[in-house]
């Protein structure tokens, strides 16, 4: 398989606090890409980082990615209340290879 | 707004009874995808079409077959459908980077239930 785990795989925190969420994957890629999914819905893309990139920011989502460990991490800061839905990383090793998720995240953020 | 539109947001089907699912796109992406996503899993690649060119996934089963009869259309036919099958089927589309995938554009899913 080319994904390997998230973890954790289910996170609870306070309003305001930060939620580092990890990825790690078994082969080369050309890029990662972490989505969110509120429950029973569709996915959201968050941000994708190439291969040949370390970190990424979009507002307050911060991503990492260190492929020597095959890794990723998502930081989110300031957590609020409707930061709250499931998140997942997801490996692209090119046309041919599959795309594949990683088992998720499930953040809770409590007021 | 552009957007990937996903009919019916809901379907019952019994034991056996062909079922299809529809999925529209405005984005004018070259490339689209199905998943299949069952309760508090990851959703697993059923297959995609790069344009015209229909990629089936090694693992996805002979019972579930795919149409996209222009750029903004795609169908997913189940034939025979079994209780296994109920789950949540997601469309998505992106453009092609040349080299590796874009970022994925979601619908909001269809909700397969199998009686």
């Known amino acids: 398989s080319q994904q390997g785990e998230e973890d954790p795989q289910a996170l609870s925190i306070q309003e305001g606090e930060n939620a580092t969420m990890n990825c790690s994957y078994k082969t080369s890629i050309n890029n990662l890409q972490w989505y969110r999914q509120n429950s029973g819905r569709g996915l959201v893309h968050l941000i994708l980082?190439?291969?040949?990139?370390r970190e990424k920011h979009s507002g307050r989502l911060r991503v990492t990615l260190d492929t020597s460990k095959k890794s990723s991490s998502l930081l989110i800061t300031a957590s609020r209340a409707a930061d709250t839905a499931s998140y997942f990383c997801?490996?692209?090793?090119?046309?041919?290879?599959?795309?594949?998720f990683g088992p998720g995240t499930r953040l809770s953020v409590l007021p | 707004d552009a957007m990937v539109i996903q009919n019916p947001r809901y379907q019952v089907t019994q034991f056996g009874k062909p079922v299809t699912l529809s999925c529209s796109q405005t984005l004018n992406h070259n490339v689209m995808y199905w998943y299949q996503q069952k309760s508090s899993q990851a959703p697993k690649l059923l297959f995609h079409y790069y344009d015209k060119d229909f990629n089936n996934e090694a693992d996805t089963p002979d019972n579930f077959q795919s149409r996209r009869p222009n750029t903004s259309f795609c169908f997913l036919d189940i034939r025979s459908p079994g209780l296994g099958d109920a789950a949540m089927y997601l469309c998505a589309t992106s453009r092609d980077l040349g080299r590796g995938r874009a970022e994925q554009f979601f619908g909001p899913g269809t909700r397969l239930t199998v009686l």
């Open positions: 980082i190439r291969s040949n990139e």
């Open positions: 997801a490996t692209d090793a090119g046309y041919g290879q599959n795309f594949v």
